[in-house]
């Protein structure tokens, strides 16, 4: 009797009381996860499809250690530099199978999920040395192609030059599998969480950020449940900081007062927004996310052809 008792308290404290849902980590130490990663990258211009690309992707995520206060991830992705680089040279994967994966280890508390990357400094020294050596090889294998690799390596650079850098890539990667815990949901209700974040387009300028989350339905025969979170960027700064830059740059050509008003007619259109938004599916059983379908899309216009493009990328990421 004290055993069934029991029993339904742990069930009231994973999913909550009447329509409260709580959902905290229940992994073990063993857990391991594999994640299978479809992406697919539409570009448009005026609502023609000018470039449809398909890529897929691995990841590895394993409870590799369970304390009293945390546990400790181990999450091995794909190392993108490497991945890039082989559309210059096709054999450069199996050159340096020892870049192929970066490890990344993370500790997550069992109370407020909230999580640190604990091995950062071997992290950036792992890509590092994949710069360099995947530089060696194409500079012997394909030397007209090499001088091009530091333009592949750039945005990856950058990502690994600090923690905070790590953690911000890693949380738009794999951050989904903390997103359902330490909240409070209750079904078709929005939660909204608004905090000044980095300007993807301008690391210097910072912006609002708007996370919209909503638990959309609990299926309590499967135990599971689909979350909604929506981000919305506040781009008005930027916007105008664009606008005003593209103004000064007209105004430094000398052009005569038609061509002047025809670039301000341009600009005063210039547009750009961002949809980012992500589709969970929950175990609250196992408390692990099964499946998480993302969606990005950048809209806007291109004042030099007076086009409205819109770049779309899809993500679909299957976790057993």
């Given amino acids: 009797m004290n055993r069934i008792f029991t029993l339904a308290l742990l069930m009231v404290s994973i999913v909550g009381y009447g329509q409260d849902y709580n959902f905290k980590p229940l992994w073990k130490k063993g857990d391991l996860k594999h994640v299978a990663i479809t992406q697919v990258e539409r570009e448009y211009e005026d609502g023609e499809l000018i470039s449809d690309t398909t890529y897929f992707n691995e990841a590895r995520i394993e409870v590799v ?6 546990f400790i991830l181990e999450i091995l992705l794909e190392n993108q530099a490497l991945r890039s680089a082989t559309e210059f040279y096709d054999k450069l994967g199996n050159e340096l199978k020892e870049y192929q994966d970066l490890k990344l280890i993370y500790s997550v508390n069992k109370e ?20 360099e050596q995947i530089s060696v090889v194409l500079n012997d294998k394909a030397p007209d192609l090499a001088p091009y690799i530091e333009m592949v390596f750039m945005p990856v650079r950058e990502i690994f030059k600090s923690k905070e850098n790590i953690e911000a890539y890693m949380d738009e990667n794999i951050g989904y599998i903390l997103t359902p815990f330490n909240k409070s949901f209750a079904v078709g209700e929005t939660m909204t969480l608004t905090e000044t974040g980095e ?32 981000v919305e960027l506040d781009l008005s700064e930027f916007i105008e900081m664009m606008k005003d830059m593209m103004r000064k740059m007209a105004e430094s050509v000398g052009a005569d007062e038609g061509i002047t008003a025809e670039k301000s007619e341009e600009i005063a259109g210039f547009e750009m927004d961002i949809e980012n938004q992500q589709i969970i599916t929950f175990d609250y059983k196992t408390t692990w996310v099964t499946k998480v379908v993302s969606t990005g899309v950048i809209s806007g216009t291109d004042p030099k052809k007076g086009t409205k493009t819109k770049n779309e990328i899809i993500s679909t990421a299957v976790i057993k």
């Fill in 112 to 131: 407020t999920a909230k999580s640190e990357l604990q091995n950062w400094e071997d992290a950036q020294e792992f890509m590092n040395n994949s710069f």
């Fill in 199 to 230: 300007n993807p387009f301008n690391p210097m300028q910072e912006m609002s950020v708007t996370t919209l989350l909503t638990l959309e339905s609990v299926n309590k025969k499967a135990q599971t449940c689909i979350i909604n979170q929506e």
């Fill in 65 to 70: 250690g369970a304390a009293k206060d945390d």
